[in-house]
């Protein structure tokens, strides 16, 4: 005599299959893709051998975001997107050129510049005047902040600080205050580059010389010009 209850314990079981292919499907799909670790390493030693001379490079490769749903795929190339610069934390592309679905994602990286440049000897005040005292020469990781690393102490020498550093802080041009070259009113000097020459005159600031920032000049026939400041009373105008 068949039972009345089977066919009821068989759909339970048919369901019970259908969720466990669901729950395996899914985790296929958010998977990492296969491992590129070699092609990505390749990638991103040809890429960082424009490194400053006398640096190494490290960089670690991070995770894709768990909850991507990648669909399986045979071929994945590694490539760096346009207009990246493999500095600090960046990110390469990963594309799946050989499979049902061509996807394309990010993978974060960080890339580690170890070089020689100028650290606080000791702790330094905001505002504080430096001297040849108060900085040294350490190995440092360049590209951990945006700014750039001084390599040279005496580029620092006579600057007030912008903030307070701690002992063995990196001392980048941020942390210095930009100085000001002349005031709006001065005379300056002139100097227009362009491929293979250069003209220099005269002129008045109409705005203060900033380092960092454009400055206005009025040239002796009263036409006004921009340009960068460059030093004490001195615009460099690129043409």
Known sequence: MKSPYLPAA???????????????????????????????????????????????????????????????????QPYLPAGTRLWGRSRVGMRCVQGPVHWNVYLPVTVKVYGQAVVAGASLGQGQQLAAADLRLAEVD?????????????????????????????????HLKARQWFAAGETVKLVAQGPGFAVSSEGQAVTPGIEGQAARVRTDNGRIVTGTPVGERQVEIRL
């Open 142 to 174: 360049l590209a951990e902040e945006p700014s750039p690393a001084l390599l040279d102490p005496a580029a620092a020498v006579g600057r007030p600080l912008a903030r307070a550093l701690a002992p063995g802080q990196t001392l980048r041009q941020s």
């Open 10 to 76: 068989l759909s339970y079981l048919l369901v019970a299959i259908v969720l466990m292919v669901a729950a395996a499907a899914a985790r296929a799909q958010t998977a990492p893709p296969p491992d590129t670790a070699d092609e990505l390493r390749a990638l991103l030693s040809r890429e960082t051998k424009s490194a400053p001379a006398g640096t190494r490079v490290e960089f670690t490769i991070g995770q894709l975001d768990a909850r991507l749903k990648l669909a399986p795929c045979q071929k994945i």
